[in-house]
């Protein structure tokens, strides 16, 4: 059962263009949002996080927008650049305590110049 | 080091075969994680350890699949009579006590033959 849906798989964005992957949920517990960066050969890297108390977050180029009600999460990559392609994975976690976090599948993005 | 540590990079084992995967955590974490990242999904929760204990391992697989922590620092995941499905990249991660997964290992990349 995936619990954390992510689309697209793939993305091709130009240089300077919006990235947007999306992703929606189910179990009404997740009370943690974060999302995480993925190059060839690395582990997974926190790049931003929210809680469902708020709507939008932006930490530089990167924004997450949050719709409770829909269960739905996205990230938005403003002025996308040749070294943000990688893997982005988003994610949840139950209430309570520790990381024991849900991930989506996972959406390759490849921004070329 | 500053980061998570994981050895072996790689490990190419043949079936039936036992194996030992390595993390060393971020000094000072007293939580520790195994996941494990099959190719093109997301990373899977494995194990949790706070200490020297396993608080959560509703990931592991199976009983072939075992992790230590003696000391409270490093672990172990330990896995007994390998099988061609259990290959995939094994994560590891830690943080203060529940905190956010900043970061993870590089992991183990692990092909059982």
């Known amino acids: 059962q995936q619990q954390v849906k992510q689309s697209p798989q793939s993305l091709i964005v130009q240089k300077g263009g919006i990235s947007i992957i999306n992703c929606a949920y189910e179990?009404?517990?997740?009370?943690?949002f974060p999302w995480y960066q993925q190059f060839p050969g690395k582990g997974p890297a926190l790049l931003i996080a929210i809680r469902p108390d708020v709507s939008e977050k932006k930490e530089g180029r990167f924004t997450i927008s949050f719709n409770k009600s829909a269960k739905q999460f996205s990230l938005h990559i403003m002025d996308s650049q040749p070294g943000d392609s990688a893997t982005y994975f988003c994610a949840a976690k139950r209430t309570g305590g520790y990381q024991k976090v849900t991930f989506g599948t996972g959406t390759k993005l490849q921004v070329i110049p | 080091g500053a980061g998570v540590s994981q050895t072996p990079s790689n490990k190419v084992t043949e079936k039936g075969k036992y194996v030992e995967l390595r993390c060393d955590p971020i000094?000072?974490?007293?939580?520790l994680y195994w996941y494990r990242q099959s190719l093109g999904q997301g990373p899977e929760f494995l194990i949790y350890f706070q200490g020297t204990g396993a608080a959560d391992d509703s990931g592991l697989p199976n009983d072939r699949f075992f992790a230590v922590r003696p000391e409270g620092s490093v672990s172990t995941l330990k896995i007994q009579r390998t099988e061609r499905g259990d290959s995939a990249v094994y994560l590891c991660a830690s943080s203060q006590d529940r905190g956010v997964l900043a970061f993870f290992g590089q992991g183990t990349r692990l092909t059982v033959v």
């Open positions: 179990n009404t517990a997740f009370d943690y």
């Open positions: 000094s000072g974490h007293t939580a």
